[in-house]
T-cell receptor
Framework: DAEITQSPRHKITETGRQVTLACHQT?????MFWYRQDLGHGLRLIHYSYGVQDTNKGEVSDGYSVSRSNTEDLPLTLESAASSQTSVYFCASSENQGLGSIAFFGQGTRLTVV | TQLLEQSPQFLSIQEGENLTVYCNSS?????LQWYRQEPGEGPVLLVTVVTGGEVKKLKRLTFQFGDARKDSSLHITAAQPGDTGLYLC???????????FGSGTRLQVQP
């Protein structure tokens, strides 16, 4: 069965370190997204990609970067981790189905920056 | 940035009661989706509504999209403990083909 997986599921890192969160999908979807989820804010869009070599900034992109070298993967990098980036991160993918597009989410990565 | 406001934020009810969750925005969305999320898991899609005034039913859940496509509601009839979870509405921004999420309604159904 097709799926979307994130790794690691839990990560503790120190302030100032570079951290990369992995996202891998086997749906062969063109669109991939990274969100962060914090209490009281729902899910907020960090970065998204429509296809290989395409990346775009979302509402809360400062301090984060992504790259899309193939269809399956969209790794999220925190250039210099800050305590404000402690959060749960979700990756999602969807097809180009327009109005009815369904997004499939990974199980999330809980990141703690100390 | 398009914003979605959900109400109430928290809801604790007894098994068998009915409830309604609201999702409101000042912006028009091309479509609106409802997700349910359980602890330690990602959101899972429940329904997509596309047409203004559209009503969709999923067993005991009824979803409605406002005529102006700015608001939506989720009504649960005879709630069960298995309905417990975080309910999220999300509007599709066709310019970006990305979802904008509301802050969520945390529902707890007591047996």
């Amino acid at each position: 069965d097709a799926e979307i997986t994130q790794s690691p599921r839990h990560k503790i890192t120190e302030t100032g370190r570079q951290v990369t969160l992995a996202c891998h999908q086997t749906w062969n979807h063109n669109n991939m997204f990274w969100y962060r989820q914090d209490l009281g804010h729902g899910l907020r869009l960090i970065h998204y990609s429509y296809g290989v070599q395409d990346t775009n900034k979302g509402e809360v992109s400062d301090g984060y970067s992504v790259s899309r070298s193939n269809t399956e993967d969209l790794p999220l990098t925190l250039e210099s981790a800050a305590s404000s980036q402690t959060s749960v991160y979700f990756c999602a993918s969807s097809e180009n189905q327009g109005l009815g597009s369904i997004a499939f989410f990974g199980q999330g990565t809980r990141l703690t920056v100390v | 940035t398009q914003l979605l406001e959900q109400s109430p934020q928290f809801l604790s009810i007894q098994e068998g009661e009915n409830l309604t969750v609201y999702c409101n925005s000042s912006s028009v969305f091309s479509s609106l989706q409802w997700y349910r999320q359980e602890p330690g898991e990602g959101p899972v899609l429940l329904v997509t509504v596309v047409t203004g005034g559209e009503v969709k039913k999923l067993k005991r859940l009824t979803f409605q999209f406002g005529d102006a496509r700015k608001d939506s509601s989720l009504h649960i009839t005879a709630a069960q403990p298995g309905d417990t979870g975080l309910y999220l509405c999300a509007g599709m921004d066709m310019g970006r083909r990305a979802l904008t999420f509301g802050s969520g309604t945390r529902l707890q159904v007591q047996p």
